[in-house]
């Protein structure tokens, strides 16, 4: 009986080390490769349309620099201008082809969801992350 303890001990203290590694993946000291799984595009006084973020010229996936502060699509690669962290999520802001976005990542999953706003529309995208 001591032994199992002292394993199951052990394979609880492995399971929070791994927790831990895992959070500390998405906490924006580490790059990420995100896909961009669904976009949702919306205009003054209309419903939003529910559709693919390619279908609205967004990338399937792109590239996180957090060290570099870029991120890096397929095309372009844009400034991020800040990066906020906090214990839920890291928030990370810019500006593209007039369009203000923000990004924040859930630092617990790698989720992620992103606006990109102008005068006129703004278009939601949800997506996913995983260290590089």
Do not use: Y
Not at 35 to 46: F, L, R, V, Y
Not at 52 to 58: F, Q, T, V, Y
Not at 76 to 101: C, D, H, M, N, Y
């Amino acid at each position: 009986m001591k032994r199992f303890l002292q394993g199951a001990l052990l394979l609880g203290m492995a399971a929070v080390a791994t927790g831990a590694a895992v959070a500390a993946d998405f906490d924006g000291s580490k790059p990420l490769l995100c896909a961009t799984i669904e976009a949702h595009d919306c205009d003054a006084g209309e419903n939003c349309a529910r559709s693919l973020p390619d279908s609205l010229g967004l990338p399937q996936f792109i590239r996180i620099d957090f060290a570099g502060q870029v991120i890096t699509g397929p095309k372009r690669t844009t400034a991020i201008k800040s990066i906020e962290r906090s214990p839920g999520q890291v928030l990370v802001q810019g500006t593209e082809l007039g369009f203000g976005w923000t990004l924040a990542l859930d630092t617990a999953n790698g989720k992620l969801a992103a606006s990109f706003v102008n005068g006129e529309s703004a278009v939601i995208v949800f997506g996913a992350c995983t260290p590089l």
